[in-house]
């Protein structure tokens, strides 16, 4: 039973990279083997639109063509057992990297004859962690524009779940930063508060997902 936990965020030691973490322990409580990527430490690029996996005589078996340093990562991602992606949301949307990689892992599983690559469910989530509050989010339609990536996974891998946390603690001194919009002090409450609730939101999904790929 293998688990793969990507982090799409710059930041190693924030809060996806946290959620990450703690969903990889629920996992791994539930017997998985685990490994978490980086992927802002490798060099690569989105789908550089070279169609090989669409060819009638490809020989991927749903694997990218273009070969760079994702490529052990994608192949680690398309024999896993369970998926989780996080990303932090930046300008509406999820991280570059995170599209970049959902493309070249995504592109190559179907062909344009509504065929898929795989022959087997493999249990995914998505985790995203924004500063806006939930209400503001769901203004800007955030869970729409998030939620059709998982909408994209779900028809890929049969299953993906969606983890949103809201109203993110950002800075370790907001005082340095033009961030009127913020109150620091509500900020920290809901790190001290609300923070551990999401961990363990976070620790439940991976065991589940973990579970249910058994």
């Known amino acids: 039973m293998k688990a793969l936990f990507v982090n799409c965020s710059p930041r190693k030691n924030w809060n996806t990279q946290k959620l990450l973490e703690r969903a990889m322990q629920g996992a791994k409580d539930s017997g998985a083997e685990c490994e978490l990527v980086n992927l802002y430490d490798i060099a690569f690029k989105g789908c550089v639109s070279c169609f090989a ?22 192949e680690k991602a398309r024999n896993s057992d369970v998926l989780v992606i996080g990303s932090p949301v930046y300008f509406s949307y999820p991280t570059a990297y ?28 998505l985790i995203f962690t924004m500063n806006a509050p939930e209400d503001i989010a769901e203004k800007f339609n955030y869970p729409v524009l ?22 993110t603690y950002q800075f370790s001194d907001y005082s340095r930063y033009e961030a009127k919009m913020f109150d620091p002090d509500h900020k920290a409450k809901r790190r001290d508060e609300q923070f551990p609730i999401e961990l363990d939101k976070a620790y439940d999904l991976g065991k589940r997902l973990v579970e249910r790929a058994k």
Do not use: H
């Open 53 to 74: 996996c669409k060819l009638k005589a490809r020989k991927q078996d749903g694997l990218c063509a273009f070969k760079d340093p994702l490529t052990p990562i994608l």
């Open 98 to 125: 995170m599209r970049a990689f959902l493309e070249r892992f995504g592109f190559p599983l179907m062909d344009y004859s509504g065929n898929t690559n795989l022959d087997r469910k493999i249990q995914s989530a």
């Open 146 to 167: 998030l939620g059709a990536n998982a909408t994209a996974l779900e028809r890929l891998l049969g299953n993906c779940e969606v983890l949103n946390v809201y109203d």
